[in-house]
């Protein structure tokens, strides 16, 4: 699940990104209107979390823009104003949810589980072989028994279970755990990758991770003869 957080302080947009990935969310984080602008136009996020006071434009104005641009993601409005009639606007502009500040790190992470459902109304499940994969509390099972998978792995798994049997590449996977994806080498994915195969044949997943040379990985079914 990768998430955009549009905030200018810099504080509470560090502490965030903090406690939400270590709800295994991969967090973006901009600053400006600008900034978000140009996420949102090269990424597709599950979930956008917007402050309202930016410095160099409306937070609301920001939100009619990336509507009228086409953006369906969900938007959790954050802001200190909090009148009743701020809230009919930013529901109004396009948001979907709204969070007062001061606000509570529980209270924030429910909303965002409730619009991520919301955004999700199919089956928040993958599975695939032998392994479940709950989208929304970020577990993975085989047999009911917990996958201890790092947030990372948990994204790599979760990339190629939403693509069984078609192939993945080194870009994608990049993209889906790393916040600014161009500046590390994709050879790390590789490590990633190995650690999980190694994970999933550990347990029996009766899945395998097939590389495919130049190309990128295959999540198949292990073939045991
Ligand atoms: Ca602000």
Aim: aromatic share 4%; hydrophobic share 45%; proline share 3%.
């Amino acid at each position: 699940m990768r998430l955009l957080l549009i905030e200018d302080n810099l504080e509470l947009a560090n502490g965030l990104v903090h406690s939400l990935a270590q709800s295994s969310y991969v967090m973006d984080v901009v600053h400006t209107a600008r900034a978000a602008l140009i996420a949102c136009a090269t990424m597709s996020y599950q979930l956008v979390i917007l402050d309202l006071g930016l410095p160099d434009m409306d937070g609301l104005n920001l939100l009619r823009r990336l509507r009228q641009q086409g953006m369906i993601t969900p938007v959790l409005i954050l802001t200190a104003r909090d009148e009743l009639q701020d809230r009919i606007h930013g529901l109004d502009a396009g948001g979907d949810d709204y969070l007062s500040k001061p606000f509570e790190l529980g209270e924030l992470e429910a909303r965002i589980r409730a619009l991520l459902r919301r955004g999700c109304p199919a089956n928040p499940i993958l599975s695939f072989g032998g392994i479940n994969f709950d989208t929304l509390s970020r577990q993975a099972t085989i047999d009911g028994m917990t996958l201890d998978l790092t947030a990372r792995e948990l994204a790599v798994l979760e990339l190629l279970l939403q693509r069984p049997g078609r192939i993945v590449s080194k870009r994608q996977l990049m993209e889906s755990i790393y916040e600014n994806a161009d500046d590390t080498n994709l050879t790390v994915i590789e490590v990633f990758v190995s650690r999980l195969r190694r994970k999933l044949e550990d347990a029996h997943a009766g899945v395998g991770i097939r590389a495919l040379r130049g190309l990128g990985y295959r999540l198949e079914q292990s073939s045991h003869e």
